[in-house]
């Protein structure tokens, strides 16, 4: 029983924030290998990249592709037919003349089905500099917001979970008064059995509505967990249910109140992010000292975000962060999910300077210069919804210990190694 609980935890941990790595072989394969191996070349120079297309492991010859080159997210600059006599071809992509990232997409038409790859080069990105500006009174804005916030009573609610719960490990449902009064925020503590102090880390979720299962496994490695949803509803209701909501009044929920700065769904969102560690070092069982925040995507962004309103975190593991350099378009490059700038005519223009002031508060960017904790990196070149142009910009802009742990060909999925390199980081950063 013990084994098929570990599995159930595992299989939870990894099917929730995480979008798993494609099978790794479909019918027809395209290969892009560019010429460097780290894919990184210098400013100036010139990347090329080696396609082949294969079925059944074997180059298929007399097959003709179509790619296209540019940077990334951007509309291309080359588009050309090739035919592939050899079975391979080594198409030249040319260079860069300042830092970013340039992208070779390719696509085969093969009996009625048309398959398709990616792959990126970087240009020098560890010189990529923000484009999001930082407003002048950007820490007045979230001291006085953390203030106002901090007069509502954590009112807190916490309610077993039996057949969550192991031998070693207590798992309970638990709502936080957060925002307004009467506002709530969910989330699933794990918390050891045994009497003792222990480190914590606050899980921050991707993109989406969902129910959530939290993390016994930290609480059985001696670490505190606690999961949280960012929309004010309960966090162990049926799929069906949140499947309802995303498809209602939830719908694209990143885009609500964009216009103002006070009214900006996210307002809430990173309020609450504070509020769960206000419940998590008011814990007994915490050590007073270590305090952890992990995610990835849209829970990457709030790992920065936290580790930047927060002063009481001290390690910070973001996984391909969204929501960084989100103005990336007004200067002619990728910007960051959601990408609110890319297609300007959908906006009105009489509010396009209240979005760009908007997203200047709530930018990943501008709380990333605020961190003092280490901050652990994963991500990779190919990722086509959070751009690695938008995620430099975040990670250069970082004056604390920082390192990264790329996955090169990740197209915003994460690989198993990231996952257990994440937690490793983790957990050594908590019980130093």
Known sequence: MKKILALLITFCLFSQGFSQPPPDHQWIEIVISPNH??????VGEEAEFQVTVLKSNVALR????????????????????VLLTTGS????????DEPGFLRCEVSVDYDGKTYRAWATAGFEPEKITATVELPEDFNTFWSEAIEENNKLPLDTKMTLIPDRCTE?????HVSLQNWKRGARLYGILSVPKKEGKYPAVLKV??????????DPQFAEDGIISFEIGIHGI???MPQQSYDDLLAGWNNHYWNNGIEDKDDYFYKRVYLGCIKANDFLTSLPQWDGKNL??????????????????????TCAAPVHPAMCDMTGYLHGRAGGWPHYLQDESKWERAAHADIVETLSYYDGVNFAKQITAPVWFSFGYNDNVVPPTSIFAAYNSI??????????????????????????????????
Request: aromatic share 10%; charged share 20%.
């Open 205 to 214: 979720p991707g993109a989406g509505i969902r129910s959530y299962y939290g």
């Open 292 to 313: 952890g925040v992990m995610g990835s995507s849209q829970g990457g962004a709030l790992s920065l975000i936290t580790a930047g309103l927060d002063k009481r975190v």
């Open 37 to 42: 191996s780290d894919w990184t070349y210098k």
């Open 234 to 236: 309960s966090v162990i």
């Open 399 to 432: 004056k604390s210990p920082k390192e990264k742990f790329l996955a090169l060909e990740s197209a915003h999925w994460v690989y198993p190694e990231q996952q257990q390199a994440q937690r490793s980081w983790i957990m050594k950063m908590l019980k130093k």
């Open 62 to 81: 007399d097959i003709t592709i179509h790619y296209t080159m540019g940077p990334e997210r951007m509309d291309p600059q080359v588009s050309h037919d």
């Open 89 to 96: 071809v080594l198409l030249k992509a040319g260079s860069l």
């Open 168 to 172: 070693n490990v207590n798992v309970y």
